[in-house]
């Protein structure tokens, strides 16, 4: 879908003002724009700035703006253009503020592994999708979602919470979805299910490309767009979204700040959730003893002191956890290149679920969290 479609759910992250897109050559000799734009002043990390773009969204009253990459909107603070003759007017942004410092460390390795799958990848080759493939005739399957679960879930080592997530927030049918973080798998989904229109919100421009290679190969790209922006600071009118999808990336996020964004741009009634890794004693024994599933990006499981301010926005929040025993032991074969088909990973939470709950394993000790909430 083209993005002045999508404007109306569009907001400046540093205002909450309303943003239109203008070509910049037109709109300098129109004298609207002016004439220099530069970005933002920026101090800490060493991440080369968007800069200024032959598209821009400007905020509709103000002077700055936010480039466009292509048909991603930028909007992330420390990419902001102002007026070269009034940066002294925005002060700076330091990118090891806990609200970007994660974003910009990790972009180099997701945008280099993103880059490379696009390069090897043809219209027709996709990820993880279940057993999805673009010629997986939906319409059977579209109204019952998240069932058949084994053609909607793919997360194998998250499946039961996964799964669990999913229900939450069913009907999909005729709302406007956002995912956050991920290469876009989860409003794809979504949209195949009935959803009608749908946002992925990411940092990293490579992941916002492999989730419009995704939808572009399911045929649901009309429906969709991605936006470059973080969790933080969500770039959405107030009370616009139905509902919000999160999976494997809560932890990445400052929750304090995150839970108030999400409670501001969910709609009355809407509902978020969210499939995460919970800090148990075998997540720090088994990342000492096999490394980390991913060694150059941040992973910092949830744990109470985390989650709380999520459970005070959402007084009455879901929390569950799946996987007390055996969901390490799979990642570890995972890690040694031994994989299971999702059907069986299935199996193997619901018997790892059944192992511990006699001795109230799951609650304390399961790996794989759900978290989920209603406005």
Sequence with gaps: MKLDQFL???RCPKTGKNLELVDLSQARADGNTSPELTTVPRQGGNA?????????????GEDHAYPVVGDFPVLILPEM??????????GSYD????KY??????MDHYNNKCENMLKTMGKEDVFAMGALTPKTDIAPIAASFPEPRDFWIDAKHDSLSQLEAYQYLTPVQDKVFLQMGGSGSHVVKFLLAGAARAIHLTPMVGEAKMAMHLA??????????????VGEELPFADSSLDGIYAGGCFHHMQLANTSLELYRVLKAGGKFSGVDPWKTPLHTIGTRVIGKR????HCRPI???RIAPMQQQFKDMTVSRHGPLLRYAFLALAKLRINMPISVMMKVMQVDNYLGKPFGLGAKYGGSLVMAGTK
């Design 8 to 10: 109306a759910l569009l």
């Design 48 to 60: 080369t700035p968007v800069g200024v773009t032959d598209r821009i969204l400007r905020v509709v």
């Design 81 to 90: 253009l102002v007026p070269a003759d009034k940066v002294a007017d925005y």
């Design 95 to 98: 990118l090891h503020d806990p």
């Design 101 to 106: 410092e994660e974003a910009y460390e990790e």
């Design 216 to 229: 572009a190969a399911f045929g649901v790209a009309d429906r969709m767009i991605c936006v470059i922006g």
């Design 294 to 297: 991913e060694p150059n990006v």
């Design 303 to 305: 744990n109470p002191e």
